[in-house]
């Protein structure tokens, strides 16, 4: 290389070497600042964690002292109203102890008169009581000086003789005129706090304490016994006193046990209460920490790779210039290497017309060895190339003179005596004169005779291989353990979706390119490592492949070949394709889940509809009684409210059981054309009223006037249900997003539920972006009382209802849910009709009766008396009968006297449906009105045979019954008529 070629180099190795510090550089910088924002997001992260575990537990925490604090004014009402009540030891200790039922954050309830002396106390005995004073006790005394209603709450304590630590809440006890009676307190106990905190929030590294406003210590989650009782003063910087803040978060050393931690303090709404929420610095560090590790190791790595790129580069510069140092000594050399080689040598002078030939050349080319010195013409004329390769010699010599080619090289074949024949390999170079022309052509000639005829042998063996696995449909292939080479064939390229044009080399680009599924890539080398190893054999084994026209199965046969010439240990094997086969057994496997889950739901389901039979029944009585009761009892007293609340749990548990009978499959009504986006519509319109703030429903509704047939409630349940499970599973904060369209299906096709026709179906699509499920929890979710949710949230029927209502209606659901990433539900109903009409609203007018005779049937005395209170106030005349056989005995003396049949199904020795064949022969116009806890399709369908004007549901509310019996009563003759129901008013 010249000077000034290397003056003009050496600025570009200077450039690159600057280029790759900067870059360098760069990677470190921006490693450092991941590293930063890692650090303040991980803290706000922290922050946001202790900050909400703390606010709901400092709610908990109100609740359970609100619930000593109802009591606690309960009995100060008491005493207030019957001041005589504190001298009444008859009546005082039943009163404790009703009200220390279920208080069991509390040790006990105790009454201190006006001088200090314990009057009673639950947990202890009246002996042990009498000899107490507590007028000394600081409680005691704030509360004889501060008159008024406030709550006490004071420092904590241990019980004496046991052991029980305790915090005192207390009230003042006081006479309409103000005067102080004494005090009504509870001790709070200290371990109820401390296993509550630890059973709901005792993950590792974080600890959960209860602190009063004045700083002391009351308990605290794990516990430290002899820390109770500390005054911590940090409370008092983080909410100050009188201050408006009620929450605040830090980092500072335990004042307990001195660790570095994070602190979230929040006041207990409505007492002089504090909760602490921290965590350990290093439990809420650890993610970062260990993200800043794997940042500052991947930096570390891309670091040195760059530096080795550059050294690379650096390094393949300075080779260059010394291969350019060499090159004139190389050519020298090739020269002499050349002479004293086995190749032949020639060299054409084109415008002198002559050529030389080298006596090794003319050996190879079957010319005469003399002279070397010869005109091209005789030359020509004396090459005896093979008949069949003329043609080719000919084009390529052609093709490189005109110079449409860069060399004149060709492989051919050399005629010799008889038919013989050899291989040479012939490679020359055109240099041409100023105008262009040909000037010279200069090559060499060397025998390829024997390569050639192997090659030859080589392909007419793999012609007759390939033939025979071609009749097998299998691939096969070869595997050199030592230099990891391997050879397979066109069939096992095209089994793996491998490119024909791309062959694999080695096993390593097989398992880059042949996109086996994951799960079984792990199968595949601990399969070969075994025929490495020598601890098997054989192999046979499926695999699975993922290619463009989606998922194969492959069987492996694989078989290990000890060292044989030389050529190291070698694997070979053969392929074919299961697809087929794997999907039948898939299909079959399938089919089975299917009938066991069915078998296994009708066996449930049945169970579950005869539990709600009798339910019913129970809860007509206590629903009835109840709503007669609630009139009765005066608007805002206690006894309404008592009433009030025993109504509503009444109804929660008929919602409870309409969905129980939903779930077996047997609570479908008559089926009607259902218009399903107007009842998805109002789903979701009063599904928005019980959302949390947080939720919101995005919806798309596409589907038009088609319809199904069915029962509009049940559909509206389906809505309901979906959409609150996708609201819990976001923790009440995300969006639901709702679709309902038209598709048609057209081949069947196997869902989560069942094995859809096909045909057109209304898709109706429930997405959330929740929790998520496991394959686990999946393959349970419609198992009734089934339930992921805490205690109280769900009863575990909600999907078992949706499985049962869309079985019933000949569809299917299918699931797809990623944990972390949420889940999608997707109900499929074919469709039974493009242009269903919306439903109108329709009010019900319940009229009162006018004096009309109705005759009571039950065998259950307490309905009976029920129902005739209930018809006696709508204005009828009831008349009650407790078995079958009294009603047809009056009705024998008397068939004109009643207007209305009201009877119960399920009676003993004869049921409704067969008491109503018996009054047909004795009144045959009389109307007819049934009841029952468990309607099912066949009840109503013997209902219409027989002509009875409604099949009423228990249990029954006052309005619902007389809107029926008047709808009846205009009824012309007997007959089932449809009174409009609630859903679809």
């Not at 709901?56 to 609740?63: M, N």
């Not at 009703?98 to 002396?117: F, H």
């Not at 190749?343 to 060895?369: H, K, Q, Y």
């Not at 429903?697 to 559909?715: F, K, M």
Request: charged share 25%; net charge negative.
């Amino acid at each position: 290389m010249s000077k000034i070629a290397r003056r003009l180099f050496q600025p570009s190795v200077r450039r690159l070497a600057w280029s790759g510090g900067l870059v360098i550089a760069a990677l470190a910088l921006q490693a450092g600042y991941e590293i930063w924002q890692g650090y303040h997001a991980a803290l706000r992260s922290t922050e946001q964690e202790l900050s909400a575990q703390a606010r709901v537990i400092a709610e908990q925490t109100a609740r359970s002292v609100q619930a000593i604090e109802v009591v606690l004014r309960d009995l100060a009402e008491r005493v207030r109203e019957q001041p005589a009540l504190m001298q009444d030891e008859d009546v005082l200790p039943a009163l404790l102890r009703k009200r220390m039922d279920g208080l069991v954050q509390s040790e006990g309830l105790v009454l201190v008169d006006s001088t200090g002396g314990v009057k009673l106390a639950s947990h202890m005995p009246p002996s042990v009581t009498r000899s107490m004073n507590v007028s000394a006790q600081t409680p005691f005394s704030l509360l004889r000086v501060r008159p008024g209603s406030e709550l006490l709450i004071d420092q904590v304590r241990p019980i004496p003789g046991t052991g029980r630590w305790v915090f005192p809440i207390g009230l003042r006890l006081e006479d309409a005129a103000g005067n102080f009676l004494g005090v009504v307190g509870a001790p709070a106990r200290v371990d109820y706090f401390q296993n509550f905190y630890r059973d709901g929030y005792g993950a590792q590294g974080t600890r959960v304490a209860l602190i009063h406003r004045n700083g002391w210590l009351l308990a605290r989650q794990p516990a430290v016994p002899e820390s109770l009782g500390k005054r911590i003063d940090v409370v008092d910087r983080l909410l100050p006193p009188g201050s408006k803040v009620d929450a605040a978060f830090t980092r500072l050393p335990s004042p307990v046990d001195g660790a570095d931690h994070f602190a979230a303090v929040r006041a207990v709404p409505g007492y002089p209460l504090i909760v602490a929420v921290s965590k350990d610095y290093d439990v809420a560090m650890t993610p970062w920490i260990e993200g800043a590790k794997a940042t500052a190791l991947r930096t570390l790595v891309l670091c040195l790779f760059a530096a080795g790129l550059l050294w690379a580069g650096l390094r393949q510069l300075a080779r260059a210039q010394r291969a350019q140092r060499e090159l004139q000594v190389s050519q020298q050399r090739y020269s002499l290497a050349a002479a004293g080689s086995d190749m032949g040598l020639w060299d054409w002078d084109i415008p002198n017309g002559t050529a030389f030939v080298s006596t090794r050349a003319r050996e190879l080319l079957g010319l005469p060895l003399q002279p070397e010195l010869q005109s091209i013409g005789e030359l020509r004329r004396a090459l005896a190339v093979h008949a069949a390769d003329q043609p080719r010699f000919r084009q390529r010599l052609a093709d490189h003179l005109h110079g449409t080619s860069p060399y004149f090289e060709l492989e051919y074949r050399v005629c010799g005596e008889g038919e013989g024949y050899h291989w040479v390999h012939v490679r020359a170079l055109c240099t041409r004169s100023a105008d262009g022309r040909p000037a010279r052509l200069a090559g060499s000639v060397i025998d390829v005779d024997q390569r050639k005829r192997a090659q030859e042998a080589l392909q007419r063996s793999e012609e007759h291989y390939a033939l025979a696995m071609a009749g097998s449909r299998g691939g096969h292939w070869v595997w050199n353990t030592a230099s990891d080479e391997m050879f397979v064939s066109d069939k096992f390229s095209e089994l793996f979706g491998l490119p024909a044009d791309h062959p694999v080399s080695t096993r390593e680009a097989f398992f880059r390119a042949a996109r086996l599924a994951p799960e079984d890539l792990e199968q595949v080398r601990m399969r070969s490592a075994e025929l490495i190893s020598g601890s098997v054999e054989r192999a046979d084994y499926e695999l699975r492949v993922v290619t463009p026209q989606g998922e194969r199965w492959i069987q492996m046969r694989a078989q290990r070949f000890e060292d044989v010439g030389g050529e190291g240990l070698r694997i070979a094997g053969v392929t074919v394709d299961i697809t087929e086969r794997k999907r039948a057994e898939l299909a079959r496997q399938h089919l089975e889940e299917q009938l066991r889950q069915a078998q296994k739901m009708e066996a449930i389901g049945t169970l579950a509809g005869g539990i709600a039979h009798d339910f019913n029944n129970i809860l007509a009585g206590i629903l009835g009684y109840g709503e007669m009761a609630q009139k009765e009892a005066q608007p805002g007293s206690a006894l309404r409210r008592h009433i009030d609340a025993s109504l509503a749990a009444a109804l929660r548990a008929k919602s409870l059981v309409e969905r129980i009978l939903a779930f077996s499959r047997s609570g479908m009504g008559q089926r009607v054309p259902v218009h399903v986006e107007s009842v998805v519509q109002e789903a979701l319109d009063a599904l928005q009223a019980t959302l949390p703030a947080g939720v919101q429903v995005h919806s798309r509704l596409a589907a038009g006037d088609a319809g199904v047939l069915g029962d509009p409630t049940q559909i509206h349940q389906v809505v309901m249900n979906l959409c609150l499970n996708a609201a819990q599973a976001m923790k009440s904060a995300g969006t639901i997003n709702v679709e309902l369209e038209l598709v048609t299906i057209e081949e069947a096709c196997a869902v989560s539920t069942t094995r859809l026709e096909p045909g057109r179906y209304l898709k109706l699509s429930v997405e959330d972006r929740g929790a998520g499920m496991s394959p686990e929890l999946l393959s349970r979710i419609f198992d009734p009382f089934f339930t992921t949710k805490e205690v109280g949230v769900g009863t575990g029927l909600g999907l078992s209802m949706v499985h049962g209502i869309v079985s019933d209606l000949d569809g299917g659901i299918d699931v797809r849910s990623t944990l972390g990433e949420g889940s999608c539900f997707t109900v499929y109903l074919p469709v039974r009709g493009e242009r269903v009409v919306r439903p109108t609203p329709r009010a019900v007018v319940v009229e009162l009766g006018k004096g009309e005779c109705v005759m009571v049937v039950d065998d259950e005395e307490s309905l009976v008396g029920l129902a005739e209170e209930a018809l006696a106030e709508l204005g009828y005349e009831p008349v009650g009968f407790m078995s079958p056989e009294s009603a047809l005995e009056a009705l024998r003396h008397n068939p004109g006297r009643f207007d209305l049949l009201l009877s119960d199904e399920a009676m003993p020795g004869m049921t409704g449906t067969q008491l109503v064949e018996r009054v047909r022969e004795l009144a045959p116009d009389l109307k007819v009105v049934m009841m029952s806890g468990f309607v099912t399709p066949a009840l109503q369908v013997r209902a219409r045979e027989l002509g009875i004007v409604q099949v009423l549901n228990k249990p029954l509310m006052a309005a619902e019954l007389g809107a029926a019996l008047a709808q009846a009563l205009r009824a012309q003759g007997p007959h089932l008529a449809n009174i409009p129901r609630r859903d679809e008013e």
